[in-house]
């Protein structure tokens, strides 16, 4: 659990269980307000339920970082937490990973090619 600033772009969310899950949303929220340079990868491994107040934090989180040009990777679901954001629509809004490795390299790969063009 804990947020840690990953590397100079990219901020590393590891999720805890709820009700914890909501305060370092927030937390993360307020980072990527103040400074618009982050992408994020929120790891789900940890956490097995979400609550609607949870996903309302997660979808801010992501209007925050769209609207500064940076990504949003949710990784680490299990399956019940994935069937959530099946059923509420929210997997088509989202961009998920099976794992915190793949998000990081995803978001590294996305980086190297945006420094490229």
């Not at 840690?4 to 909501?22: D, H, R």
Request: glycine share 6%; net charge negative; proline share 2%.
């Amino acid at each position: 659990m804990g947020i840690q600033k990953w590397s100079e772009n990219i901020i590393l969310v590891n999720l805890a269980e709820e009700p914890y899950l909501g305060e370092e949303l927030q937390t993360v929220i307020g980072m990527v307000s103040s400074q618009s340079n982050y992408s994020v990868v929120v790891d789900f491994t940890e956490t097995s339920l979400i609550t609607s107040s949870s996903l309302a934090k997660l979808l801010k989180l992501r209007k925050t970082l769209v609207e500064n040009g940076q990504d949003l990777i949710l990784c680490g679901m299990k399956p019940q937490t994935k069937g959530i954001f099946r059923l509420t629509g929210l997997d088509i809004v989202f961009k998920f990973a099976e794992d915190q490795l793949v998000a990081l390299a995803t978001l590294q790969m996305a980086a190297v090619t945006d420094s490229g063009d």
